[in-house]
């Protein structure tokens, strides 16, 4: 649990109490509350447009909400300096530049700036976590290649490694896993699995349902404006919830491990009516 912020781990990492947001008179949502606390991997689901992307950025300061209070350790977000923030949570951004003129280590060694001073040289400390970010992703191999030379499935995984290298205590990622194939779906779920069962914790916008249930100890879902269900997944996913707030007529099966997942096999008419999405 090297460079967490020993205060954070003393309750949640994240308190978001009565937030809402919009842009000018368009309101995206309205009086969001909930809390993330240290082994939580938690996963963020709604439609498209539904503001993930927006609360993941409002956890970490880049927005102000227009309403309530967002907390990361206990502290106000916006009482911290950008240094404070990023010590206490790592964000991995859905449109994560392409172009950077590094190498993947390079790239990696990012997630390193907030534990080092102005002008200061990496310790072995930043360059073990450097090099542990790496061989979690399965990018040790791709270190010394550009960024700009190799894989969108493989830079996801890079991006995904700065993140781990910051070593914050709250992990905020934005569809982490599009872009990479099967297998490496599973590896960045169970990855961030094993990394939150050692004290931190998650929040992860995902489209993919039945991944999200079978990975993730909660699920938040963010639909119509508001915080619809907060619940363990097999909870939120029903029949019900999907054809009103995604639209789809679904089945929702239960495998052999007693998990939820979602077969979708219809989609509804937006313009129908409540009885078409009962």
Sequence with gaps: ???????????????????GFGYGARSVFRDVSFAVGPGELVALCGPNGAGKSTLLRLLL???VPSSGVVRLGGVP??????????????????DAPADLPLTVREAVALGRLPHL??????????LSAVARALALTDTT?????PVTEISGGERQRVHLARALAQEAPLLLLDEPIAGLDLSHQLQALDLLRATVDTGRAAVVALHDLSLAARRCDRMLLLAEGALRADAAPAAVLTPETLAR??????????????LPYVLPY??????GTSEDRS
């Design 141 to 145: 191999e791709l270190a010394d290649r």
């Design 77 to 94: 977000v916006e009482t911290l300096s950008r240094r404070q923030i990023a010590r206490r949570a790592a964000l991995l951004p859905q």
């Design 117 to 126: 001073e102005r002008f200061q040289v990496e310790s072995d400390v930043d």
């Design 266 to 271: 219809e989609t509804l008419d937006a313009g």
């Design 1 to 19: 649990m090297s460079g967490f912020v020993a205060s954070a781990l003393d309750g949640a990492l994240c308190q978001v109490a009565g937030v």
């Design 61 to 63: 300061g880049l927005h």
């Design 245 to 258: 707030h995604f639209a789809v007529r679904a089945e929702v099966r239960i495998d052999s491990a007693g």
